[in-house]
């Protein structure tokens, strides 16, 4: 997994690439807690992502649940396959999540 970190003022997005999973979610959840602080809107761009494991929806859970206070949270360039995943577990309910295209 890769993480490209583009901060505007106090928004953020993290482009991600590759899977999430059980072996790369300590580091996207690290990134995440160390860049969350004062922003206003932080935005996971997906794209580039083919999977993702419950160990990966935990750190988006954390990630929605420390950003509530701030502001809002986006999930977009979701293809297919996760936007599967993200409905059947009810994160379409949950979270502002945007598919590819």
Not at 10 to 28: F, P, V
Request: hydrophobic share 40%; aromatic share 4%; proline share 2%.
């Amino acid at each position: 997994m890769e993480i490209v970190k583009e901060a505007n003022g106090t928004e953020l997005t993290l482009k991600i690439t590759g899977r999430i999973d059980a072996g790369t979610s300590t580091q996207l959840s690290q990134e995440v807690m160390d860049s969350i602080s004062g922003l206003t809107r932080l935005v996971f761009d997906l794209s580039g992502v083919d999977y993702i494991s419950s160990a990966g929806l935990r750190v988006l859970i954390a990630a929605e649940s420390s950003m509530k206070e701030q502001g809002p949270m986006i999930i977009m360039g979701v293809n297919d396959n996760l936007m599967e995943i993200f409905s059947i577990t009810g994160f379409t309910k949950l979270m502002d999540i945007q598919p590819q295209g």
